[in-house]
């Protein structure tokens, strides 16, 4: 019963490869979200969608596209992976009051080699 | 640009210990601050919040304070324990038309000694 649940936990994969992370959550919020986390454990966010439309885009590359089938999903589609996409990417989900109050889940440790 | 920023990078206590986690930020306009635990191999999970117009709010052995007039945010753990011991995070909205985006401070690591 994992309320923000993200496959897979670790991804290791070649430059130049494309790689998707999903994400599901059941806990019936409107708005998901993805962050990245660097090996600092600097946390920043990347997207937000709410009800499947695309409200928050952080100057992320291209390379990157978030997909919501609806809205208890949102996927993350990496094209033409670098060594500087290696990070922890999280998942998180929130509801309307606070939209900031903020649900993660355990994270998929992506390593470019 | 607007940032949060923590004073001390790492803290150490021994079990039964209060701890005192600090935070500054820099954005006036945020009226919304919450904070995050994030042990090792998982995702951040939620503490605390609290709203602009509040100096203060208690959980179960959390207190987090807020003063506007320095910017600054403070987290308080009582009767720590070891299994206390994980990074902590504050962060902060942008304000009114933020719909969810946190800007997130650097992190705390908080080590818990028996």
């Known amino acids: 019963d994992t309320a923000v649940s993200q496959t897979p936990k670790y991804l290791v994969t070649q430059m130049g490869n494309d790689k998707s992370i999903k994400c599901e959550q059941n806990?019936?919020?409107?708005?998901m979200y993805w962050y990245k986390q660097d090996s600092k454990k600097f946390l920043k966010i990347m997207f937000s969608y709410n009800n499947k439309e695309l409200i928050i885009n952080e100057t992320v590359p291209n390379r990157f596209s978030p997909k919501s089938p609806d809205k208890a999903h949102l996927n993350l589609h990496i094209n033409s992976l670098e060594l500087g996409d290696s990070a922890v990417y999280f998942c998180a989900s929130s509801h309307l009051d606070p939209p900031e109050k903020l649900f993660f889940g355990s994270g998929t440790q992506l390593s470019v080699l | 640009g607007e940032s949060v920023g923590l004073h001390l990078p790492t803290l150490s206590v021994q079990e039964g210990d209060n701890s005192i986690i600090n935070c500054a930020y820099s954005?006036?306009?945020?009226?919304?601050f919450i904070w995050y635990k994030q042990e090792s191999g998982k995702g951040p999970q939620f503490i605390i919040d609290?709203?602009?117009?509040?100096d203060k709010r208690q959980g179960q052995r959390v207190t987090v304070l807020l003063n506007k007039t320095v910017k600054h945010l403070s987290l308080q753990i009582a009767a720590t324990q070891p299994g206390d011991s994980a990074v902590y995070f504050c962060?902060?909205?942008?304000?009114?038309?933020?719909?969810?985006?946190?800007?997130f401070g650097q992190g705390t690591i908080l080590t818990v000694h028996p």
């Open positions: 954005n006036s306009a945020s009226d919304y």
């Open positions: 806990l019936g919020h409107d708005t």
């Open positions: 962060a902060e909205n942008a304000g009114g038309t933020s719909y969810g985006k946190l800007t």
């Open positions: 609290i709203r602009s117009n509040m």
